[in-house]
């Protein structure tokens, strides 16, 4: 578990899973041989044999006022079309209680988009159905988002998620579908990053002068900042995808804003720098609250 403090609000992070290699179905150029020259990846996003190393877990946004959690992975008993992630029975319900967060606790549910890493925990199997996981809670939803995934029927990886991890909650009536650039609260909005996916958001915070985005898959790793051209084989459009990621880094680079990745492994959060050769990397040690 990670913490941020970012004004008066703190970030939780709360892993599911975490592991190194097998990343090339996502990111195929990203092959061991061209990332290990990528020496500032090591240790933390990448094994001495050029492995990436990548994390599913999601973030609470705790406000003092609301507690959002962001993403919520890929959920226990589901079948999935990659077997790792297929029929989990993971204790990520439990290290969201431990962290002070039990699941009743929360009151908002942000997904950035609807792929299947980050609705599974959405809903829970009791009795043989579906039921939200949260039940005090909202979920929010982009509307551009959901129109067009509710019109896909042959997504090979997105199959079967909208009916075991989204549908539940629309028929619980638990759902707000929400602008692009919609404020959540105070201190939380939605900010527009697509490519990825149609309506594809990343969450930004500011509290008391600081500021810190959570990127959602417009960068699913750190390698990605080095090499902005490498682009996920999930994107629905690459090069808007691209646009996106090099857009968002010239914006945030040498700044003070701190950077939380929604794949990116421990310490998952950083500054975005500027690298003379081109490009950026993630500055890891400037970041707080480890």
């Not at 002070?100 to 199997?125: A, K």
């Not at 939200?132 to 998620?161: Q, S």
């Amino acid at each position: 578990m990670n913490q941020w403090q970012v004004g008066e609000v703190r970030i939780t992070r709360i892993v599911e899973m975490e592991i190194a290699g097998g990343t090339r179905f996502i990111l195929p150029d990203a092959t061991r041989e061209a990332c290990l020259p990528i020496s500032w990846l090591q240790p933390h996003f990448m094994d001495a044999q050029g492995n990436l190393i990548m994390s599913v877990h999601a973030l609470v946004v705790d406000t003092g006022d609301r507690r959002i959690i962001v993403d919520t992975c890929i959920g226990n008993d589901k079948v999935r079309s990659i077997p790792t992630w297929s029929n989990l029975q993971t204790e990520f319900l439990s290290d969201l209680k431990a962290a002070g967060y039990p699941r009743e606790s929360i009151d908002t549910v942000l997904c950035t988009h609807l792929h299947v890493d980050h609705v599974g925990w959405n809903t829970m199997l009791v009795d043989g159905a579906w039921v939200p996981t949260f039940p005090n809670a909202r979920y929010l939803l982009a509307e551009n988002e959901w129109r067009y995934w509710d019109g896909v029927d042959d997504d090979p990886l997105n199959a079967g998620i909208l009916d075991d991890s989204v549908r539940p909650v629309f028929e619980a009536g638990l759902v707000d579908l929400i602008g692009w650039e919609h404020q959540v609260c105070e201190s939380v909005r939605l900010k527009p990053t697509p490519g990825h996916t149609p309506g594809h958001v990343s969450v930004l915070i500011e509290s008391a002068g600081q500021t810190a985005l959570i990127t959602g898959d417009c960068i699913h790793h750190p390698c990605q900042m080095t090499r902005t051209d490498w682009c996920s084989s999930a994107d629905y459009d690459a090069e808007q995808g691209r646009s996106t990621r090099e857009s968002l880094l010239a914006q945030y680079a040498e700044q003070p804003v701190l950077v939380i990745g929604t794949h990116f492994a421990t310490p998952t959060a950083g500054r975005v720098r500027k690298r003379p050769e081109g490009g950026y990397w993630l500055d890891v040690e400037s970041s707080s609250g480890r």
